[in-house]
């Protein structure tokens, strides 16, 4: 979940979006948003509804999210 983490931030960056207004979008503490986008080994990694709401959020795929590109 390592690219992950890292695609979250880039995405997230490139809408102009804080982690806070992420957080507050998905409904959850800014802690555990925090968490999502650490690169290290033992982050928090979301729940499919969240990534879902998150894919939606940022207009990209779950796919591009996870770098699971063939």
């Known amino acids: 979940m390592l690219e992950f983490s890292k695609n979250l ?7 102009g979006i804080s982690q806070k207004e992420m957080a507050k979008m ?12 650490l690169t290290t080994s ?4 979301p729940d499919l509804e969240t990534l879902c709401k998150i894919s939606k959020i940022l207009h990209v795929s779950i796919d591009e999210l996870l770098d699971n590109t063939p």
């Not at 033992?42 to 990694?45: F, L, W």
């Open 9 to 15: 931030k880039a995405t997230r960056v490139a809408c």
């Open 26 to 37: 998905l409904g959850i503490s800014y802690r555990t948003y925090q968490n999502y986008e």
């Open 42 to 45: 033992n982050n928090r990694e």
